[in-house]
């Protein structure tokens, strides 16, 4: 009988042992459980806060881009509506409603190829051509938009082909002009570089601003990103031109990217693949 008890005991012990040990791999996996369906909820709250910010950061965007040349335009047309123009001022004012209105049509071209690129909806139209041409047309249309800055310093290498989008091209092109005259609006000139480097084209703009400082390189190319500085805050602007670029950059299966550091200028670049000699 002994014998007996020591066995039902030892049964019995075992019986309790595995019951803990089942006990504690549940509460494990059901802590993991909670721990992942805890990580899943912070990242979707996260990701949902993000979407919802980015949404009010593009509609102010809009707001801000589209404010300047609408009250512009309603200024100008009033001035000839209520006939406040001298005779000798018409012409200028006619010149005026046409760079307007121009802008704006640039800015809202701009604004929707930014919201087609983050949905995924722009693709390129690709087709061969050659780089130079593309980024010399850009550096003249921001040439006769600013005639008060000074020329802009080429170095364009004209035999280099690629497939390219040529308005897509010129839009990021414009948009790094348009972002070094904003940041760096000192005269001394811009200069913009067409090179070749490894298997890819390199497109560079190069300003004689602040700089940006290394902690801001990284997400400056995300959309409504500024650097922290008192300059960028002081400064109008979308925070979605770099964005274009970077998208611009991707739908050409390049990249975009960035040599600055404080007090000695930015270097923008668009490394786009080169197309192979025929």
């Keep these: 009988r002994g014998v007996y008890l020591v066995v039902a005991h030892t049964q019995l012990d075992d019986v309790v042992w595995r019951s803990n040990a089942a006990l504690i791999a549940l509460s494990s996996l059901s802590?993991?459980?909670?721990?992942?369906?805890?990580?899943?909820?912070?990242?979707?709250?996260?990701?949902?806060?993000?979407?919802?910010?980015?949404?009010?950061?593009?509609?102010a965007a809009v707001s801000h881009e589209l404010r300047t040349p609408i009250a512009s335009l309603q200024m100008l047309s009033e001035l000839l509506a209520e006939g406040r123009?001298?005779?000798?001022?018409?012409?200028?004012?006619?010149?005026?409603?046409?760079?307007?209105?121009?802008?704006?049509?640039?800015?809202?071209?701009?604004?929707?190829?930014?919201?087609?690129m983050e949905a995924g909806?722009?693709?390129?139209?690709?087709?061969?051509?050659?780089?130079?041409?593309?980024?010399?047309?850009?550096?003249?249309?921001?040439?006769?938009?600013?005639?008060?800055?000074?020329?802009?310093?080429?170095?364009?290498?004209?035999?280099?082909?690629?497939?390219?989008?040529?308005?897509?091209?010129?839009?990021?092109?414009?948009?790094?002009?348009?972002?070094?005259?904003?940041?760096?609006?000192?005269?001394?000139?811009?200069?913009?570089?067409?090179?070749?480097?490894?298997?890819?084209?390199?497109?560079?703009?190069?300003?004689?601003?602040?700089?940006?400082?290394?902690?801001?390189?990284?997400r400056i190319f995300e959309p409504f990103e500024r650097a922290d500085d008192r300059l960028s805050r002081a400064t109008d602007g979308s925070g979605i031109g770099l964005s274009l670029v970077k998208h611009v950059a991707r739908v050409h299966g390049g990249r975009g990217a960035l040599d600055s550091k404080r007090g000695d200028g930015a270097t923008f670049k668009l490394l786009l693949p080169m197309s192979p000699k025929s």
């Design 31 to 59: 802590a993991l459980v909670a721990l992942s369906l805890g990580g899943w909820l912070f990242v979707r709250l996260r990701r949902a806060r993000q979407l919802s910010r980015l949404r009010t950061d593009f509609v």
């Design 85 to 116: 123009a001298e005779a000798d001022e018409i012409d200028e004012l006619h010149q005026a409603l046409h760079r307007e209105a121009k802008r704006l049509g640039t800015t809202v071209d701009r604004l929707l190829s930014f919201s087609r």
């Design 121 to 218: 909806k722009r693709s390129a139209r690709l087709a061969r051509g050659h780089v130079a041409g593309v980024v010399e047309e850009a550096i003249a249309t921001f040439e006769e938009r600013h005639p008060e800055s000074a020329p802009v310093a080429r170095d364009l290498d004209a035999a280099i082909e690629a497939e390219i989008d040529a308005d897509a091209l010129a839009m990021a092109i414009g948009n790094l002009l348009q972002n070094a005259h904003k940041y760096a609006p000192d005269g001394r000139p811009y200069a913009v570089a067409v090179g070749a480097t490894g298997a890819n084209v390199c497109i560079a703009v190069r300003d004689h601003g602040p700089g940006i400082a290394k902690r801001d390189q990284r």
